[in-house]
């Protein structure tokens, strides 16, 4: 028979090794808090801006929520993958409160026409689409994390924001999760052929989603620049 490794409890623990254990939660909580209230701040405006429209194709909050990449990515290379993944698991969270708040608050989406400001495949969508694309990127950036600079941040984003962008636009609006997740206000309009912004027909959330994408791309390429510039700023003050 094999023997059971020992576990350790609080109350196993004598008071000096619960005190140490104390502060160096203390500790990881403080080093990790401005990654988790910039994810947050990103998080609830991103939810709050995705309600206003950019023309045909885009919402203020397509320019805000790639920049959770940029965070999860930075604590990734300062305090490596354990402790970025607690940075996404907070956000999250944030997400699904905003999500369930959303859920209950009624807009005008049209003359005489009240609905939800984020339905329920809408906060399925966003959950789903959130949490594996950050942990994805926390994957592909520790793999990477001994290559060029950029790499790891610019590859791990794009693949991360490719995947975000193919969960959510697929959950929350095509025709193929009606049957698992049911139908909403939501669904006629984005599953109609529509001219696209390349000039060919296309299903309209397909072509929200080529637009979000893009834009997604875009600023993982702007984010490098920060990326940068708070890095070096972090290992001056550490070295």
Not at 4 to 9: D, L, R, T, V
Not at 55 to 62: F, Y
Not at 155 to 184: E, H, K, N, P, Q
Request: hydrophobic share 50%; aromatic share 14%.
């Amino acid at each position: 028979m094999g023997l059971n490794p020992i576990k350790y409890s609080p109350s196993s623990m004598s008071g000096d090794q619960v005190s140490e254990h104390l502060d160096k939660t203390e500790y990881n909580m403080k080093k990790l808090f401005p990654g988790i209230l910039a994810m947050a701040a990103i998080v609830v405006v991103s939810n709050i801006l995705v309600q206003f429209f950019i023309g045909n194709w885009l919402t203020w909050g397509a320019f805000t929520y790639p920049f959770a990449f940029l965070v999860t990515d930075i604590i990734n290379r300062m305090y490596g993958p354990s402790d970025a993944r607690r940075v996404v698991f907070f956000g999250f969270i944030v997400g699904i409160i905003c999500s369930l708040i959303g859920t209950q608050i009624n807009i005008e989406i049209a003359p005489d026409f009240m609905a939800p400001a984020v339905t329920i495949r809408i906060a399925i969508g966003s959950a789903t689409a959130f949490l594996c694309a950050q942990l994805l990127d926390v994957i592909i950036f520790d793999q990477l994390r001994h290559g060029t600079w950029w790499r790891a941040p610019l590859l791990s984003t794009l693949i991360g924001s490719t995947v975000d962008t193919i969960l959510f636009f697929f959950i929350s609006f095509s025709f193929a999760m009606t049957s698992f997740l049911g139908t909403d206000h939501n669904i006629d309009f984005f599953n109609e052929i529509v001219m696209g912004p390349l000039g060919f027909e296309q299903t309209r959330w397909i072509a929200t989603a080529l637009v979000d994408w893009s834009v997604k791309v875009s600023i993982a390429l702007i984010a490098l620049i920060p990326f940068r510039m708070i890095i070096i700023s972090y290992y001056a003050r550490n070295n």
